[in-house]
């Protein structure tokens, strides 16, 4: 039913630039709040940021690389991630809900995330 399906990722060089989709069936996402998250291997799940039909948040070590925006024609969201570090290496999630939040659990739905991996 509700389906949220993350695209882009890959191998990229470090200081390179990578853009992510997530793009939603069965949801709308102009009515609902969409953050992105990610996962390194043997870590925890981390905020990286969420967009709302208000504003952008952003967590500190992402703000200025990275920028959130949307498609509401396409009901797609996108995730700009520039100036690549090797500590950006994760899968990156995309997740949906009410409202904008830094937490995982106020988030309803998730997609299958992709990964991002950046070689130095």
């Known amino acids: 039913q509700v389906q949220l399906v993350e695209s882009g990722g890959g191998l990229v060089q470090a200081g390179g630039s990578l853009r992510l989709s997530c793009a939603a069936s069965?949801?709308?996402?102009?009515?609902?709040?969409v953050g992105w998250f990610r996962q390194a291997p043997g870590e925890e799940r981390e905020f990286v940021g969420f967009?709302?039909?208000?504003?952008?948040y952003y967590t500190d070590s992402v703000k200025g690389r990275f920028a959130i925006s949307g498609d509401n024609a396409k009901n797609t969201v996108y995730l700009q991630m520039n100036s690549l570090k090797p500590s950006d290496t994760a899968v990156y999630y995309c997740?949906?809900?009410?409202?904008?939040?830094?937490?995982?659990?106020?988030?309803?739905?998730w997609g299958q995330g992709t990964q991002v991996t950046v070689s130095s």
């Open positions: 997740a949906a809900g009410k409202y904008g939040s830094l937490a995982t659990a106020m988030y309803d739905y």
């Open positions: 069965g949801f709308t996402f102009s009515t609902n709040a």
């Open positions: 967009i709302t039909r208000f504003n952008t």
